[in-house]
């Protein structure tokens, strides 16, 4: 992961800028979304790449997320901390997964 970051990843390192510069901040919700869905398509294709050569199944961003969570939840986490994580806007959402 840190050399991705390294090689992908935000020159600028201060705390109020995102990890990877796909996005600025002062994008329209919609073009945000968008962008952000078409970043999350090419890099389930690279994973997908990466799953074949494996012979793993079922890889993907979502599936990392959950990954992310359980572990998370697992090591004693609070469930808001994990939530706060997730970006949910309702706790409830994060108790159902």
């Given at each position: 992961?840190?050399?991705?970051?390294?090689?992908?990843?935000?020159?600028?390192?201060?705390?109020?800028?995102?990890?990877?510069?796909?996005?600025?901040?002062?994008?329209?919700?919609?073009?945000?979304?968008?962008?952000?869905?078409?970043?999350?398509?090419?890099?389930?294709?690279h994973?997908?790449?990466i799953?074949?050569?494996?012979?793993?199944?079922?890889?993907?961003?979502y599936?990392?997320?959950?990954?992310?969570?359980?572990?998370?939840?697992?090591?004693?986490?609070?469930?808001?901390?994990?939530?706060?994580?997730l970006?949910?806007?309702?706790?409830?959402?994060?108790?159902?997964?």
């Open positions: 992961m840190k050399q991705i970051i390294e090689k992908w990843g935000n020159l600028d390192k201060s705390p109020d800028n995102y990890v990877f510069p796909f996005l600025t901040g002062n994008e329209t919700p919609l073009k945000q979304k968008k962008r952000v869905q078409g970043i999350t398509h090419r890099i389930n294709k994973i997908q790449k799953e074949d050569k494996l012979g793993m199944l079922n890889i993907s961003t599936t990392a997320r959950h990954s992310f969570a359980s572990v998370l939840k697992r090591s004693g986490a609070n469930i808001s901390y994990i939530s706060d994580s970006e949910h806007s309702d706790l409830k959402t994060t108790k159902i997964i």
